[in-house]
C-alpha cells in the first residue's frame, strides 16, 4: 500500500489540443485540481501547429466537432464541409472560451520529465524553466501526430534557402503563419503524405517551379470539399445530437460504415459503378465504406487498387508521371488514404516536376539545394512534408519514469504493452490518451479522444469515491490486451506495410522488429470494452 503525500495537483495533463482541453476541463468540472501544461503559446494542438498552406480537415467538419455535437458551443457555424485549419483552431478557441479553461493552462512551457516517486505515490514533474510540481495522477495528451520525423540530410544546414517542417511553418511577429508567397520562387516539397498532398496543389498554382521529390506514392482520392450555405447549416445543427450518436456506431468515428458485400459477391459492372459512386462523393468513403472485405482480401482490395489506379492514369496526362503516382508497395487503404483537391492535375502543369527519390536519393544538400548524383536542385524554399514519429514519439520524448525508476521509453522498446491503451504495468497513475493500443489514434480523434476523456474521469471519480489514490494494471490484463491488439491488426492487410502506425526497431543483432501502434477493432468494440471494465468495478486494475 503506497504512502501518501499531498501533491501540488490531482492531474497533470499534458497538451492543449483538442483532446487535452476537454480532459482538463472535465476534471476542474468534478473539483479536482488539475495544471494543463503545453509547448505552444495557446491551445490547438495540431491545429495550432500545422498552419502549412491547404492544411484543412478531411473529416467532415461536424462530424470531428465534438464540442459543437456535446453542446460546449451549440450555436458553431461551420462554413465548409471540411474546415480549414484557420476555422479549425477558431472552434478550439471558442470552446476554449465557453469551458473556461486557459486560466488552468501554463503555455509555452514543455514538460521535459515525469517521474513517479514510489515513496510517497506522486509524480514529480520537471517544466523546462526548470520549476517542479508533483501530481496523483499524469495525463498525457500529446497526439498521435505531434512529434516531427525532420531527416538528417548531409549538408541541409548549408542551404541558403528557407527549409522547414510542414508543422514549424515560419510566423510572423504576432504568431500567426507567414504567407508564403510562392510567386517567381522555386520550391520543393519533400514527402507525398496527406500533408504533402494538401500543399502540393496550392504551391503549383504560384511557384514558378515546383519539384515534388518523391519516395513512396499513396493511393489518393478526391476530397470534394464545398462551403456549406446558412440553410444547410442550420439543419445540420439541428441534426447534431443525430450525428454524434451515429459517428458513435461507426468503426472510425468518421460518418461511414462498410458495406456489408465482399467484393467477390458483386459483378464487375456493379462493383465499378459501385466504386464510381464512392470516389465522386465528398470525404472518406471510397475508404471506409468500401467492401468489407478491403483489407482483409488480396482480391478484394486489387478490385479497388485497379480503379483508382486508372482514375491517376485518366487524371494524369504524361503516362510516366501517372505510373509513378500509382502505389506498387502496398494495398489500397493499408495506409491513410490522403483526401486530395486537384493533387493529380498538378502534374500536368509545366511548372511541376515529379522526382523520382527512391530511383535516386537526395544525397546530400549543398549551398543552392539537394544533390542527386550530377544534379544540383537550385531552390528557394523546401518543404520537408516528411511526417511525424507517430502515436509513441511525442512520449519518447519526455523522461517518463515510473516504479523503481523504469524508463518508460525502454518498457516499450520493441512495442507498447498497455491495458486498454490506457495504461501500462510499473507506471502508476499514468493515462495515455489517445496513446498506444487504444481506441482513440486510430479514428476520427475529435471524438474519440473526447469519449475516452470521460471515461478517464469516470475512473479518476470512483477511485476519488471509494479513497484510492493508486491505480495500474494486473500483468495479465495487460498481456491480454496486448497480445489481442496485436494478433488483431496481424490479420489485416495494414501489417505488412509501414505507416506512422507502425514502430519499427532496427536491434543491435540485425534483427527487425515491427509493430502496430494502433487498435483496429474499432471505436464500438473499444468503448464496449472499457464500459464493462467500468461496470465490473474497474476489473484489470488493481488498486490501493
Ligand atoms: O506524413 P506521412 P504526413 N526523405 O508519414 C516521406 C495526418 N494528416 O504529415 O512513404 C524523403 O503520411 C514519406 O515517404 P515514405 C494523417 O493522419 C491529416 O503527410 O516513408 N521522404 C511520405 O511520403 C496523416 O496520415 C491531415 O517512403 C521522406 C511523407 O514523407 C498523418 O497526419 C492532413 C523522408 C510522410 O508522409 C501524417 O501525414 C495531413 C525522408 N527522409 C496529415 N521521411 C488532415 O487532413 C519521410 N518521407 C486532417
Redesign the pocket.
Known sequence: MPKLMSPDFDAVVIGAGVTGIYQTYLLDQNGMSVLGVDAAEDVGGTWYWNRYPG?????ESYAYGYFALKGIIPEWTWSEHFAGQAEMLRYVNAATDKMDIRRLYRFGTKVISAHYQDENNVWTITLDDGSELTCRHLISATGP?SAS?M?QYAGLDRFQGEAFH?SSWPRDDQGRAKEIDFTGKRVGV???????V?IIPIAAETAEELFV????P?WCTPLGNSAISDEDMTLIRTRFPTILEYVKTTPTAFPYHRDRRKASEVSEQDRTAFFEGLYDKPGYGIWLSGFRDLLLSKESNQYIADFVAGKIRQRVHDPDVAEKLIPTDHPFGAK?VP?ETDYYESYNRPNVHLVD?KAEPIEEFVEAGPRIGDRVYDLDVIIF????DGVTGSLDRIDIRGHAGEKLIDAWADGPSTYLGLQTRGFPNFFALVGPHNGSAFCNVGICGALQAEWVTQMLLYMRASGLTYSQPTAAAEKQWTDAVYADFARTLMADT?A?WIKVTHKPDGTVVRRTLVYVGGGPEYRKRCEEVAYNGYEGFEFA
Open positions: 492544411c484543412r480537415l478531411d473529416t501526430l520525423n531527416p510542414s519533400i514527402g507525398t503524405g496527406a500533408t504533402g494538401q521529390f518523391q519516395r513512396t499513396n491513410r483526401m527519390i512534408a516528411t511526417g511525424f509501414n506512422w
